[in-house]
């Protein structure tokens, strides 16, 4: 028995599955047989294909196949073959019917496979798109909070930054006042950095459409940092994949994303350690993306709060706003792509950022 199914319809690597095996003078006879029968809409015997052949020299052998059709359509072939006087063997009109019979319940099967494989792709697409629907929603109930509170809250702020600066005039700047008068205009001056870094996130940003080659983007991104004292015992291992092609996206919003991970990575490792960024090209749900991990030596993070990472405004530090890696989110996911994260408690964390190879920005 030998079962062909067409390759455009499950996208299958190999189309032919064959049970048992059949003189190898007359295998040759059964791809000829299934096209034959692929064309012609049904089924066909060994001797309607050859009369002449068959007569001279494999009068002995019965070979049928039957198409598999669906939706006039045809999904593939079932074919039986063996030699006529084989013991148990049926006889010919009753294995043909045999056939007919089983290849109709293959394409109703085949059929629901397909319909299912179908229903599995929609299904994800419904996933991705009510997730991106969640977090809009999450960003838009934000961003109305975020500017009525923002307003409420800036004025005030204001207020206090410019009083407190006039009293920092009048103080002895050697009393212990103007110490506290310091400390109120850098904390208010804090506060007005997280306001705007709020108003920005909420804000719905445009997207430059940018020429970008990643790996120089993340070069100007490592040389920001390299000056900086405080970054001298980090060490970067670069792993550039030299054939990456150019990628549309906003090469601004993208250095942010890379600054955030970055600057993440170097507060686990509190200043010390080794990241290693690594580009490539590879395809997810059958589409081509550039990545960017980012791996860092800082211990991982705690399987008990990986799921809140992403949430605006959550975070483990004192001075963290949690918004560095919603913010990167949100301009990943703008530019068509996603952010995967590898967790390795003890060791480290990976930060995977993929990028659509495609032209198109959402
Ligand atoms: N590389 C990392 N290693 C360990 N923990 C991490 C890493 N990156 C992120 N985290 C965890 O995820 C939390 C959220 O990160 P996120 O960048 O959003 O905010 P933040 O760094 O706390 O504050 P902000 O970035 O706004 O200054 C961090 O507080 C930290 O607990
Ligand atoms: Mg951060």
């Given at each position: 028995v030998s079962i062909r199914i067409e390759?455009?319809?499950?996208?299958?690597?190999?189309e032919r599955f064959t049970y048992g095996t059949m003189d190898p003078a007359v295998e040759r006879y059964i791809a000829p047989l299934e096209e034959k029968c692929v064309h012609l809409k049904k089924s066909i015997s060994l001797e309607d294909y050859a009369e002449k052949v068959v007569e001279d020299k494999f009068s002995g052998f019965f070979m049928y196949v039957s198409p598999i059709i669906s939706k006039n359509r045809i999904l593939g072939t079932l074919l039986m073959g063996g030699?006529?006087?084989?013991?148990g063997m049926a006889n010919e009109e009753d294995a043909a019917y045999l056939i007919d019979t089983i290849a109709r319940y293959l394409s109703t099967g085949l059929e629901t496979t397909l319909l299912n494989i179908r229903l599995r792709d929609v299904l994800r697409e419904l996933g991705d798109a009510q997730k991106r629907l969640v977090e809009q929603e999450k960003f838009r109930s934000l961003g109305e909070m975020t500017a009525s509170i923002a307003h409420e809250i800036k004025n005030p702020l204001a207020i206090i930054g410019g009083f407190t600066k006039r009293l920092a005039n009048k103080?002895?700047?050697?009393?212990v006042e103007w110490r506290y008068i310091d400390i109120i205009v850098k904390e208010v001056s804090r506060l007005e950095t997280i306001l705007n870094e709020l108003l920005n996130y909420v804000k719905d940003v445009p997207i430059a459409n940018d020429m970008c080659m990643i790996n120089e983007c993340i070069d100007e991104v490592i040389y920001l940092f390299a000056?900086?004292?405080?970054?001298?015992?980090i060490h970067f291992v670069r792993e550039y994949d030299t054939t990456l092609p150019p990628t549309r996206c906003d090469v601004q919003q993208i250095k942010q994303v890379f600054i955030n991970i970055l600057m993440n990575s170097f507060e686990a490792m509190a200043g010390k350690g080794t990241i290693t960024i690594k580009t490539g090209q590879t395809y997810y749900r059958e589409k081509p993306y550039v990545t960017i991990s980012i791996t860092d030596t800082g211990g991982g993070i705690e399987p008990a709060i990986i799921d809140n990472i992403?949430?605006?405004?959550?975070?483990?530090?004192?001075?963290?706003?949690?918004l560095g890696l919603a913010i990167s989110n949100k301009i990943v996911m703008n530019h068509g792509g996603h952010i995967e994260v590898n967790n390795n408690v003890g060791k480290g964390v990976t930060f995977v950022v993929y990028l659509p190879i495609k032209n198109n920005i959402m």
């Open positions: 390759k455009s319809v499950l996208a299958l690597e190999t030699e006529k006087s084989q013991p103080a002895n700047k050697d009393g000056p900086d004292a405080a970054w001298e015992n992403f949430n605006p405004f959550f975070t483990t530090k004192e001075r963290g706003t949690g």
